[in-house]
């Protein structure tokens, strides 16, 4: 396909926010205009494509967004938009209104509707890893990650000096899903004593002991990182299973939530945002669709949408190991 075929690319965001969002649609309209095609902005994900939610942006409409949090397009989830019809009526939208390439920003559902809109409908599309939870197949990192690790690590710092001024045991619950990449990153980084992620078997008698261990070691305070999905359950249950087996201990519980979501982006977010944004109107241009576009080992990449919803990254057991060494 040659570059005079395309007039309009729609841009949305879709499920859960991630900063670094509004860097990557800057990018993507802003790359669409020096190219001489129309970018179209579609509110509230794929709710918008339904209902036709579409308005037609210029450069000054993402002006002085690249610092901010959240999503100018808002988002949305659908979850019927799996179903042939309803994709078929969000499609029919985008033809009406001229719509030749759409981008969708978003995570591993997000693409599911982006392949099912490619291989049932023939929509030149490609999407742009936006979560936190870094999870997504075919990327180093996903746009919003290293924000929220950093907000993550800003707050366990403060919670520390709680727990050593009063000699506690803090339970931290961090985002993730069912992965543990900001756990990790956090226990890692905050010299957590313990972390428990989803990837790992984890045990209440070996948090248990190991507890009682650094108490004889004159260690009497720490911080014990919990990522959602981890199979003990949630820091809350987890704390008080502890409580009941060690009640000499103090323990309280902090759940970290939506805050990791929030805020303006790192600069590592905005780079690879804009990176990524203005990749996916590269990769429209030259005829690819149905890809994920990502960055592996500083390089653009590409992936199949039927690989980045099917893979997951995985995390790495050698900073498990490290973190624990570290932790003594």
Not at 62 to 75: D, E, M, R
Not at 152 to 178: C, P
Request: net charge negative.
């Amino acid at each position: 396909m040659v570059n005079g075929e395309l007039k309009k690319i729609g841009v949305l965001t879709s499920g859960g926010d991630a900063p670094g969002m509004n860097a990557a649609i800057r990018a993507v309209v802003r790359t669409a205009i020096y190219n001489g095609i129309q970018p179209v902005g579609i509110r509230r994900g794929y709710a918008g494509l339904l209902e036709g939610d579409f308005y037609e942006m210029q450069s000054n409409s993402v002006a002085k967004i690249i610092q901010q949090g959240g999503t100018i397009l808002k988002s949305s989830r659908v979850s019927n938009f799996k179903d042939p019809e309803v994709c078929g009526k969000a499609v029919e939208n985008l033809r009406k209104e001229g719509i030749d390439g759409l981008v969708v920003i978003g995570g591993d559902g997000s693409f599911r509707g982006a392949n099912l809109m490619h291989k049932e409908f023939g929509v030149r599309v490609v999407g742009l890893p936006g979560t936190i939870d870094n999870d997504i197949f075919g990327t180093d990192y996903t746009i919003g990650f290293d924000t929220a690790i950093n907000t993550a690590v800003d707050a366990i710092d403060k919670i520390r000096d709680t727990a050593d001024s009063h000699n506690l045991i803090f339970f931290v619950e961090v985002m993730g899903r069912d992965a543990g990449f900001i756990a990790q990153y956090t226990a890692i980084s905050t010299g957590a004593e313990a972390m428990i992620i989803p990837e790992t078997e984890n045990n209440l008698d070996d948090l248990c002991q190991y507890l009682e261990k650094e108490r004889r070691s004159n260690k009497t305070s720490g911080i014990i990182i919990v990522s959602e999905g981890a199979d003990l359950g949630s820091a809350e249950q987890i704390a008080e299973e502890v409580k009941k087996r060690l009640p000499n201990y103090e323990a309280r519980v902090t759940t970290l939530g939506h805050v990791q979501r929030g805020g303006s982006p790192s600069c590592r977010d905005r780079v690879l945002a804009s990176i990524l944004g203005n990749a996916a109107v590269e990769a429209l241009m030259n005829g690819i669709s149905g890809v994920m576009v990502g960055q592996i080992n500083n390089e653009v990449t590409y992936t199949t949408f039927d690989d980045a919803c099917s893979k997951h990254n995985h995390i790495n057991w050698k900073w498990q190991q490290i973190a624990h060494v570290l932790s003594i």
